[in-house]
């Protein structure tokens, strides 16, 4: 703005205030390829929903797709993005819904502009490392495309402030429940392939016991079930990731 507006305004202070809030996910274990591309975040939800829920959601969504395909096989998996699949279509065609209303109402009231922020966009790259990551970036992109029309239309009492601040929330509450999905998704993979892995070892004790039972004398007495150590029990080790993948977006969800 030129310096001979009352009022000045520091962009770049609010979006690294914004910025600061960012969980610094670990990628490292990551082998996927990744479609660079550029955010361009305008209003303060997409903002900050970007920053809150972007990465921990493509972290869960590359355990599901990725790491648990190696232990559940193809079929399993592609039920459980089928059903993240809905949740994303079903929040993107709410927004379409909200945007398609919005220019009706610009169109039959003669708006011809839209209300602008003097606050810098949010501009970084960002790395898309799956489908679901993709899709959940267009709804972003979405409610930042909505964002300024419900602005506008409160502007011009078409919308009370009360209307315009419930379709903000229901919104906001509708991508945190798309990443909350992922979460519970993710979180029951895993469970699926602890249960896998248990049977496994399971059936390894048993291959290896019958073995030892063919070799064993007919006199030596086997001990019995009282007198088996703690250490004939299976191991229980943790998937990959798991603390990481499903407790950082929980952990950032207690602070929304």
Request: glycine share 6%.
């Amino acid at each position: 703005m030129p310096d001979t507006e009352l009022v000045r305004v520091d962009g770049s202070t609010v979006n690294d205030r914004i910025l600061a809030r960012r969980i610094k996910e670990d990628f490292r274990d990551v082998e996927a390829a990744s479609l660079k591309m550029m955010t361009h975040f305008t209003s303060a939800e997409a903002k900050r929903m970007f920053v809150r829920y972007f990465s921990t959601l493509q972290l869960n969504s590359y355990f599901i797709s990725a790491i648990a395909r190696t232990k559940l096989g193809p079929n399993e998996i592609e039920r459980v993005e089928g059903a993240l699949r809905k949740r994303l279509e079903a929040v993107s065609e709410e927004l379409n819904k909200a945007i398609d209303g919005a220019e009706v109402l610009f169109k039959n009231n003669g708006i011809t502009s839209v209300a602008t922020y003097d606050i810098n966009p949010l501009e970084i790259e960002v790395g898309i490392i799956s489908w679901s990551g993709r899709r959940f970036f267009e709804i972003l992109n979405k409610l930042d495309q909505l964002m300024p029309l419900l602005q506008t239309l409160e502007i011009h009492e078409l919308i009370t402030p009360r209307d315009a601040d419930v379709q903000r929330a229901g919104f906001k509450k509708s991508i945190r429940g798309v990443a909350a999905t992922v979460r519970k998704l993710a979180g029951g993979v895993s469970r699926r392939m602890e249960a896998v892995r248990a049977a496994e070892v399971a059936r390894a004790r048993e291959v290896g016991q019958s073995e030892v039972k063919v070799e064993t004398p007919v006199e030596k007495t086997l001990p019995t079930a009282g007198e088996i150590t703690d250490d004939s029990q299976p191991a229980t080790a943790g998937p990959p990731h798991d603390g990481a993948l499903l407790n950082a977006e929980q952990t950032q969800e207690e602070k929304v």
